[in-house]
């Protein structure tokens, strides 16, 4: 009986000591004082697998709308919550969650008369994902207003690297 339970400790100590080194392999540094949902910088220690996930770009929103217009893919709001909704899902395939995002880069298309983006609405649908109770890691991030992208639909790509300790 004594041996069972000193193998038990032992195995219980190994879990707990391997999850805390795994927790400690990837450090968010958040914005003091800010409540804006990105930190300043994401750290990987040795040994952290990193994953980059190609950029991804939003499904059709209204197809009943002329194709390869920004009606068919939606505002900017319903293209970040479709191009986010995409990266879930292709991370969930990876064994990953949205958790484990840990820098993104959005290419935002400014509207062409005013060459502004819809940065809020970019936020709407980003805050949907990152900084909420439910998924409170923030990843670092950049949002860039590019010219266009490939298809003149869209109003947004993004692309990101995951991060997953090994345990």
């Known amino acids: 009986m004594k041996t069972i339970f000193k193998k038990l400790t032992l195995i219980t100590l190994f879990s707990a000591a391997t999850l805390a080194q795994a927790e400690s392999t990837i450090e968010r540094h958040l914005n003091e004082g800010s409540t804006f949902p990105i930190a300043k910088a994401v750290t990987l220690k040795a040994g952290t697998d990193i994953i980059y996930l190609s950029g991804t770009v939003p499904a059709a929103f209204d197809e009943k709308k002329e194709k ?100």
Do not use: C
């Open 68 to 167: 390869n217009t920004v009606a068919y893919f939606g505002t900017m709001e319903q293209q970040t919550i479709s191009v986010l909704t995409r990266i879930e899902s292709r991370l969930s395939d990876l064994g990953l969650t949205m958790k484990d995002v840990v820098k993104m880069q959005a290419f935002l298309v400014p509207d062409k008369t005013t060459q502004q983006s819809d940065f809020s609405g970019f936020m709407k649908g980003y805050t949907q994902f990152f900084g909420t109770k439910e998924q409170p890691n923030l990843p670092s991030r950049s949002a860039l207003n590019v010219h266009s992208l490939v298809n003149p639909g869209w109003l947004i790509e993004i692309e990101v690297v995951a991060a997953k300790s090994p345990i």
